[in-house]
């Protein structure tokens, strides 16, 4: 599977953006699907994921700002980030999970800054 990620930028704190991640290449229904996030000199770590199934899960530090959602006749998974902190800053990554194998997309890059 290919993934393609998109929708980052930058935003002033508060701000919103909407990611997305177009998935070619299988049957984009039966991954579990995900984001993971890098900081400039931090660990990747992983931000949200949703399952094949559509159960979703968050990292504390973005639980009730940002949300997962799957759009399977799309191929398409979401992640809309609301009310943007500076410590949000880092580049994006799209990932997808099957039989124990895990795909990676590019990276988008994401800058909250006034």
């Known amino acids: 599977v290919q993934l393609q990620a998109s929708g980052g930028g930058l935003v002033q704190p508060g701000g919103s953006l909407r990611l997305s991640c177009a998935a070619t290449?299988?049957?984009?229904?039966?991954?579990?699907m995900g984001w993971y996030r890098q900081a400039p000199g931090k660990q990747r770590e992983l931000v949200s994921a949703?399952?094949?199934?559509?159960?979703?899960n968050y990292a504390e530090s973005v639980k009730g700002r940002f949300t997962i959602a799957r759009e399977n006749a799309k191929t398409t998974v979401y992640l809309q980030m609301n009310s943007l902190k500076p410590e949000d800053t880092a580049v994006y990554y799209c990932?997808?999970?099957?039989?124990?194998?895990?795909?990676w997309g590019q990276g988008t890059e994401v800058t909250v800054s006034s």
């Open positions: 949703i399952t094949s199934g559509g159960s979703t």
């Open positions: 290449g299988s049957i984009f229904s039966i991954f579990d």
């Open positions: 990932i997808a999970d099957r039989g124990g194998y895990r795909y």
